[in-house]
Nanobody, 127 residues
Framework: QVQLVESGGGLVQAGGSLRLSCAAS????????MGWFRQAPGKEREFVAA????????DYADSVKGRFTISRDNAKNTVYLQMHSLKPEDTAVYLC????????????????????WGQGTQVTVSS
């Protein structure tokens, strides 16, 4: 069955860095767009970054542009989120998601653009 397993979260001081990974299985990874979302307590799930099936295109939320980088390794069925200059407001559970290529342009920044979701990894940034 489809599995998305995130790892790499943790506690970091403001200004620090973390690298999240999401290992995928149970579907043809290279045929899917991938995204990262985050959800803080009491808040809605929000878009962070997305990457096309080939890695040739990516998109970011304004709040993370210039600080976060999404990448993927189709040989390893893994998508990454490199996070630098972390801020306390980045604190959230970070979830990876997989969606059909056909929705990347129209809904790649939306929850509805993705069919499969991981359980998430906690990122906590202390001030």
């Amino acid at each position: 069955q489809v599995q998305l397993v995130e790892s790499g979260g943790g506690l970091v001081q403001a200004g620090g860095s973390l690298r999240l990974s999401c290992a995928a299985s149970g579907f043809t990874f290279s045929s899917y767009s991938m995204g990262w979302f985050r959800q803080a307590p009491g808040k809605e799930r929000e878009f962070v970054a997305a990457i096309s099936w080939s890695g040739g295109a990516s998109d970011y939320a304004d709040s993370v542009k210039g600080r976060f980088t999404i990448s993927r390794d189709n040989a390893k069925n893994t998508v990454y989120l490199q996070m630098h200059s972390l801020k306390p407001e980045d604190t959230a559970v970070y979830l990876c998601a997989a969606g059909p290529v056909s929705r990347f342009l129209s809904a790649g920044t939306k929850v509805a653009g993705y069919d499969y979701w991981g359980q998430g990894t906690q990122v906590t940034v202390s001030s």
